[in-house]
């Protein structure tokens, strides 16, 4: 067990903490709710969970990852999707793949480093040339 990251009375974290793949039973993360048909509900975050990751290491920060958990028996169950939902996220989505320059559906999300579908781009990249 990796001793760096066990706090489960939070003293020196702030919360309680355990090492990956360490979570007592009865906490789950976001995704694990969700997979479970479950949401926070509100509740405060009640641990994390911290790893240390080669794969993420930005200069200047510490290579460490971190997930919350919440507890369970707390979690309340996802609300269902009703038609006015659902055409709301169509029209937020149809929002998001619409190109404010020439008002076309791309069909895909606009990248926000471009602020405009990939074919707008190119041609704004050759008149600049």
């Known amino acids: 067990m990796s001793g760096r990251f066990y706090d489960p009375d939070g003293s020196r974290f702030g919360l309680p903490t355990f090492p990956f793949r360490m979570a007592p039973d009865g906490y789950a993360t976001r995704r694990q709710l ?13 641990a994390q969970l911290l790893w ?11 290579p460490v990852r971190y997930a919350y958990l919440y507890r369970i028996d707390r979690a309340l169950p996802v609300r269902p999707m009703t038609a006015r939902r659902a055409a709301a996220l169509g029209r937020a989505m149809a929002a998001r793949r619409t190109c ?9 999300v606009i990248p926000t480093s471009l602020g405009m579908c990939v074919a ?5 990249d050759q008149r600049a040339a």
Do not use: F, N, V
Request: with cysteine; glycine share 16%; hydrophobic share 20%.
């Open 34 to 46: 969700r997979a479970a048909g479950l949401r926070p509900g509100g509740q405060p975050i009640a």
């Open 100 to 108: 404010p320059h020439c008002g076309r559906d791309a069909g895909y």
């Open 120 to 124: 707008c781009h190119e041609a704004a």
């Open 52 to 62: 240390h990751s080669r794969r993420y290491q930005r200069p200047g920060r510490p």
